[in-house]
């Protein structure tokens, strides 16, 4: 009915505000239907920015190599020509080669895509500096959003001096992740970039200027929208900040119980974390046999759905708890992790056969610990219920061990009955 569109379209508007609000800029728009989507539509209302200002040779992004991989995807698909900045050894952006690429393209430079806190869960210090190389050779600085659940409340993108930036309304505003989504990955910019926001031909306020469309539809995906806007309106500033803390909080309270079991790879000037820390394996493979999948693996015997595993760093697990999770449950997480260590350092010593042990058999599932047949020298009680809280809670893995490079590269359809027809 038009009275509920006008009430959608109600919300769409005050989100819009919110968003605005929240990440310290003018103008904000919803049409992006994801993360990715919204780094796309962010690159083309700078490409439109830069054509309507008479710089259509601004083409040049220059992207960091800790990146997260769609950013360069995005630029390629914007039509830009990308240009890498490596890091240095503690994880930030080198600064002087940042500096050498920037005047280097200076006559060519469209934007630099940048994360903060970075994609390697640290507050880079040098953040302001990098935006001012960028600006002072006639670059903009578009800010990914993935990392926002370290910002909202504490600082914010047009604070810190960026241009324009997207949300993942499915990782900073409580809309659910589960299923594949719905992604919803709105941008947010500055007054002078507001017009160059991509249009769409149902909307009543294009001026053609702005970028074409990035959805089929002019708001997206809006019937996810109330999820966003209850939990903004719910939580409020102070509620929104609160939850930014206790992310950060969270993230450190791990980094610092495990850190006598688990380096964490990398860290700020203050020794601490952002939202996310990184646990470093690389030495696990040659000093115990056992490397980051075993882990990742074995963490579903112990209940737990396993960390980002390889990214950004190979051989590493990214641990992101979110405000969402309690101590209690940071604190199952901590002694599984404890208790998976004591495994491995079993494998070293001789106390677990080097191939045949928990962590190169993970995870176990309830038809193999319940088969008459049992082929391990280590009881089903140790596959199975490591630890004895997990007696009162377990979560079984439905699908045993498998071979995850073969499964990459050989896609097999395991739609039953299809085949046959």
Known sequence: SSGMSKKILNICHEIEEDLAK?????????????????EYAGLMTIRSFHIANGNPQRNVAIIPTSAHGTNPASAAMAGME?????????????VNELRKKAEEH??????????????????????????????????????????????????????????V??????????IPHGGGGPGIGPICCTKELAPYLPCHPFMQDCNGKGAKAVSSAPYGYPMALPVTH???????????????????????????????HYKTLYSGENGRVAHECILDLRHFRKEYGID??????????????????????VDTLMVEPTESESKAELDRFIEAMIAIKQECEA?????????????????????????????????????????????????????????NGYGDRNLMCSCEGWLDN
């Open 347 to 403: 494998v070293k010593a001789g106390e677990m056969d080097k191939e045949n042990n928990p962590l190169k058999n993970a995870p176990h599932t309830v038809n193999e610990v319940s088969a008459s047949e049992w082929n391990h020298p280590y009881s089903r009680e140790k596959a199975a219920f490591p630890l004895e809280w997990i007696r009162d809670n377990k979560f079984w893995p439905h699908v045993a061990r498998v071979d």
């Open 165 to 174: 930036c997207h949300l993942n309304l499915h990782k900073t505003f409580a």
């Open 22 to 38: 929240i990440t310290g800029f003018a103008a904000c728009s919803v049409q992006p239907n994801s993360g990715a989507a919204g």
């Open 292 to 313: 980051a999948t075993d882990i990742a693996k074995r963490l579903m015997d112990y209940g737990f759905h396993a960390p980002t595993l390889s990214f950004p760093v």
């Open 82 to 94: 990308i240009v890498l900045v490596p890091c240095d050894q503690n994880g930030n952006i080198n």
């Open 106 to 163: 200076k006559e060519t430079l469209s934007c630099i895509m940048i994360t903060y806190p970075s994609t390697h869960g640290v507050f880079e210090a040098s953040i302001r500096e990098i935006m001012d190389i960028i600006h002072q050779n006639g670059g903009l600085v578009y800010m990914d959003g993935a990392n926002m659940n370290a910002q909202v409340g504490l600082t914010n993108p047009g604070f810190i001096g960026a241009d």
């Open 230 to 260: 209850a939990y903004i309106k719910l939580l409020g500033r102070q509620g929104l900040k609160s939850a930014t803390e206790v992310a950060i909080l969270n993230a450190n309270y791990i980094s610092e119980k495990l850190k006598d």
